[in-house]
């Protein structure tokens, strides 16, 4: 039982010791100094006409995200697989996101309109969970983004032909 409370009690010590005194969230003031000269005699004076330096810590602010990211993700007819061509997309959103942690997004799942409502709801919303998973992957945090799907109500491209559906076949990353 002694030699638990000394392990304990040195545990302890070890601990209090170890604390750093230090506060980190506020910067430390830089002193301001007036230049003096020092005569002849060994006394110093302060020159009335040397100028007074100031230093101040500034706070940096982390740029916003890049404007020139792509926002679109492309899927073929039927999937929600996230071809590889888009790696380079999701890799420059990640890094855009990764910057700005403070940064929300949606991610708006689209179909084209062959099938019925449910079925292009159900896999709009497939199409956003697999961008949302791919930006996980790539450290963005889940509470950044919110995969919503809007299945075919809102096309990119009105018209029934294969370039048209292509084009609604989609994932945007929309910053509300």
Request: proline share 5%; charged share 25%; aromatic share 4%.
């Amino acid at each position: 039982m002694k030699i638990k409370l000394l392990l304990l009690a040195c545990s302890i010590a070890l601990l209090v010791g170890c604390a750093s005194k230090v506060p980190l969230a506020e910067p430390a003031a830089v002193e301001t100094r007036t230049p003096t000269a020092t005569r002849a005699d060994g006394s110093s004076s302060s020159e009335s006409s040397a100028p007074t330096v100031t230093r101040e810590i500034k706070s940096v602010e982390i740029a916003p995200p890049v404007a020139n990211v792509a926002k679109t993700i492309y899927f073929d007819l039927d999937s929600y697989v996230v071809k590889p061509e888009f790696q380079a997309t999701l890799d420059a959103q990640a890094k855009s996101l990764s910057l700005n942690r403070k940064l929300k997004v949606t991610l708006g799942g689209h179909t084209d309109d062959l099938g019925g409502r449910e079925y292009n709801l159900a896999l709009g919303q497939k199409r956003a969970d697999a961008v949302k998973r791919a930006l996980v992957i790539l450290g963005v945090s889940e509470a950044q983004m919110e995969a919503v799907s809007f299945g075919k109500e809102k096309p990119a491209a009105l018209g029934t032909d294969e370039a048209a559906r292509a084009q609604n076949r989609r994932v945007e990353i929309v910053t509300p």
